[in-house]
Nanobody
């Protein structure tokens, strides 16, 4: 079993940067593909980015490509999301997930974190 705890969210102005972290417990963290999702108020949870278990392959949602970077450090059991040039429409609760990539941009989630709030003011 893997437990995931996100951190790093906050309130920033448009154009600013934030780095989210997701700390995983358990010795199997490095065996999972990992992903970030987000959910804005009144909207469904949406895929943001994913990374292979090895860290070698990444995929991004079109809305964040070129602004966000997903990475991982398996030695530290930690997943990251570097978010640059933030926009008000990036405001959401961000969740990390452990599971398996499916196809081009799909993800089958086995475990979810509790989420961290990101608010971008205009």
């Amino acid at each position: 079993q893997v437990q995931l705890v996100e951190s790093g969210g906050g309130l920033v102005q448009a154009g600013a940067s934030l780095r989210l972290s997701c700390a995983g417990s358990g010795r199997t963290f490095s065996r999972y593909d990992m992903a970030w999702f987000r959910q804005a108020p009144g909207k469904e949870r949406e895929f943001v980015a994913r990374i292979r278990w090895s860290g070698g392959t990444t995929y991004y949602a079109t809305s964040v490509k070129g602004r966000f970077t997903i990475s991982r450090d398996n030695a530290k059991n930690t997943l990251y999301l570097q978010m640059n040039s933030l926009k008000p429409e990036d405001t959401a609760v961000y969740y990390c997930a452990a599971g398996y990539g499916v196809g081009t941009d799909g993800f089958a989630t086995d475990y979810w974190g509790q989420g961290t709030q990101v608010t971008v003011s205009s």
